[in-house]
């Protein structure tokens, strides 16, 4: 960055390394702060029996412009939705979430670290199976080819669990607006019924 940026702004040594920490700094708080979100709407859900949906997907899929506001029609379907990122790592929620397993390790169940996302929703995907009031949705734009080897392992995770499992990996520049409705009708009315006991 110092090498890039000295010629336009004259900075020394000293003030780029300076503004990299402050840069780094600022990304651990907002990431703190986004767990500690995380970690109120979890014990909300648990203090109401309600249910809460994780987005398992890439961080660009948190575009309501590529996932064609999704999961914005969820909430307001009320259920909240947290994204991969925002899961609480806190020691308390992780015993409580994983007990005596290892909290971090998807190893037991991915051994091909290639793509750091596709990792991230591996992680994720067993948070979901393991926490009772977290559902997760898949999604994934143009059947994403770094996804695609996950996909059969995402679903194996949540179903092995007792979960529901669903997914919108057809996700492109076209928008069927009928029967993305009538998908997420359906996943709401199933979880209304899971809610109250009816599977």
Not at 54 to 60: H, K, P
Not at 64 to 78: A, R, V
Not at 99 to 121: A, N, R
Not at 133 to 153: M, R, T, W
Request: negative net charge; aromatic residues 10%; proline residues 5%.
């Amino acid at each position: 960055m110092h090498e890039c940026w000295n010629p336009l702004l004259g900075l020394t040594d000293a003030e780029n390394a300076r503004a990299i920490q402050a840069g780094l700094d600022a990304q651990q708080r907002w990431l703190l702060d986004l767990r500690r979100q995380g970690r109120a709407v979890l014990d909300q859900l648990e203090g109401k029996n309600g249910i809460g949906i994780v987005m398992l997907g890439r961080v660009y899929q948190h575009d309501p412009g590529l996932n064609h506001g999704i999961f914005e029609e969820f909430q307001k379907l009320g259920y909240p939705v947290l994204s991969q990122t925002s899961l609480p790592m806190d020691a308390e929620t992780l015993e409580h979430v994983f007990g005596g397993d290892h909290p971090l390790d998807i190893e037991d169940v991915w051994k091909h670290s290639f793509s750091t996302s596709t990792s991230q929703k591996v992680w994720a995907a067993k948070f979901v199976a393991r926490h009772p009031h977290l559902i997760g949705i898949e999604v994934s734009n143009f059947k994403c080819g770094h996804d695609a080897p996950a996909y059969q392992l995402i679903q194996t995770i949540l179903e092995s669990a007792g979960k529901p499992y669903f997914s919108f990996r057809d996700l492109d520049e076209n928008k069927p607006a009928a029967s993305m409705r009538i998908r997420i009708e359906t996943i709401d009315y199933y979880l209304r019924q899971l809610k109250h006991g009816v599977f």
